[in-house]
């Protein structure tokens, strides 16, 4: 298990912008997968984006275009910029690792973070 802490959620009006962060305890960090899920109110948590240890990306329809995800290895950390936000887009975010890539997707891993919080409201 890979120990992971989620930050720099919080409440943006629609049409701002807010950047995750996600690091991560594990010294191979390199070698890893990472993702980030959602999950809101009611739904199921749902993949918003995944990034490969080489760097080739993965990303929902409904956030393409409008998030970027990105890796800094030298710090252990994935991050999540997100744009353009939308009210739909509040949610808790987790922040994922451990899971294969396959068939051009990332498949879930076992170790997640406790999750931040993001709202967009006026």
């Known amino acids: 298990q890979v120990r992971l802490v989620e930050s720099g959620g919080g409440l943006v009006q629609p049409g701002g912008s807010l950047r995750l962060s996600c690091a991560a305890s594990e010294s191979r960090f390199s070698t890893y997968h990472m993702a980030w899920y959602r999950q809101a109110p009611g739904k199921q948590r749902e993949l918003v984006a995944a990034i490969t240890s080489t760097g080739s990306t993965q990303y929902a329809d409904s956030v393409k275009g409008r998030f970027v995800i990105s890796r800094e290895n030298a710090k252990s950390t994935v991050y999540l910029q997100m744009n353009s936000l939308k009210p739909e887009d509040t949610a808790v975010y987790y922040c994922?690792?451990?899971?294969?890539?396959?068939?051009?997707?990332?498949?879930?891993?076992?170790?997640w973070g406790q999750g931040t919080q993001v709202t967009i409201s006026s």
């Open positions: 994922n690792t451990g899971g294969p890539w396959l068939y051009g997707r990332y498949f879930t891993g076992s170790s």
